[in-house]
């Protein structure tokens, strides 16, 4: 139950980073969002305990090199997912964003792991489907399709990073830090463009300013949490199907909330986008797993809100 309400914050998600798109620029909303979502996780450190199955200085070790990586990663993959909310709806944008589940289990293959018919299949399914939700009339291509089709790319090697580092480091305090890096990082950027100075940048943040606050509150600082209490007893198989709801959320979102109406075509993309996702996490062959346990344990280690 927690990581379905987990889902559903994350789904209403795409519909403030859309709304929030059309007032201020990618760098300047992710670096306030993600500086303000820091900021309210901060008290979660008085219940942080350190591992215990390591000394401390490798949990400190694991938690500081992990935050970095995984913070340099996040900071492409939420201005890029940003950036492309920007000229694609919001239904593309949550549908799209979770393909990272089906990405996960190619990382396998730079560790030499095999990659099992079901997970072939998944992104076969998937791939399909994302022609159908990108492809306009007189097969012209969403420019704001392709750049979240990176971020999600982008976030299947962020969960990578955090499953390396995960076993060790703290998991709060690693957020943190990436989060930080996320929010500082693409923060700064936005002052060297002159998105967020003078009357045009702060008329631009009041403007945004109620997808700001449910950006920053729910899906960075509630959702996050939510989902690190949830992964310390949900299966890992049943933690990445029911997280890749959101993309189901997000499209009832922006048909309830921002009128958006799509096509059959479009319909036809996000079911063939779904089966996939669930496809290469439900079959389980009896021989030749491994990729897939792999994409689970990954999955199951990454405390990252999308």
């Keep these: ?6 889902a559903v914050i994350w789904g209403t998600g795409f519909v403030a980073q859309n709304l929030g798109s059309k007032h201020m620029g990618a760098f300047a909303f992710t670096g306030v969002r993600f500086t303000l979502g820091t900021l ?7 219940f942080a305990p350190w591992p215990t199955h390591v000394d401390r200085a490798t949990a ?23 950036y492309g909310l ?14 990272y589940v089906v990405f996960v289990p190619f990382l396998g293959l730079l560790s030499r792991q095999k990659i099992s018919w079901p997970v072939w299949l998944g992104v076969t399914l998937a791939g399909f489907g994302l022609a159908l939700m990108g492809i306009e009339p007189g097969f012209t291509i969403n420019a704001g399709d392709a750049w979240v089709l990176l971020c999600a790319v982008l976030w299947a090697v962020h969960v990578a990073v955090v499953g390396r580092f995960s076993r060790d480091a703290e998991p709060i305090r690693l957020s ?33 300013k109620w997808a700001l606050i449910y950006g920053a509150i729910l899906p960075v600082a509630v959702a996050f949490t939510l989902q690190v209490i949830a992964q310390k007893k949900a299966p890992p198989t049943h933690t990445a199907l029911i997280l890749s709801l959101e993309s189901v959320f997000g499209m009832a979102c922006g048909i309830m909330m921002l009128g958006e109406r799509p ?3 479009k319909y036809a993309g996000a079911a063939l986008m779904l089966a996939g996702v669930v496809v290469s996490q439900v079959i389980r062959p009896k021989s030749d797993g491994g990729s897939v346990e792999m994409a689970d344990k990954m999955l199951s280690d990454d405390p990252q809100p999308r």
Aim: net charge positive; hydrophobic share 50%; with cysteine.
């Design 86 to 99: 920007s000229s694609t709806t919001a239904s593309n944008g949550a549908f799209i964003t979770s393909l």
């Design 60 to 82: 400190r070790r694991a938690t500081l090199r992990g935050g970095l990586a995984a913070g340099c990663i996040m900071l492409c993959a939420a201005t890029t997912q940003q």
């Design 1 to 6: 139950m927690l990581l379905l309400a987990a």
């Design 40 to 46: 309210l996780l901060l008290p979660l450190l008085r």
């Design 263 to 265: 096509d059959l075509q």
């Design 176 to 208: 943190l830090i990436q989060l930080g890096m996320t929010g500082v990082g693409a923060l700064s950027i936005a002052i060297t463009r002159g998105e967020v100075s003078g009357e045009a940048g702060m008329a631009a943040i009041s403007a945004a």
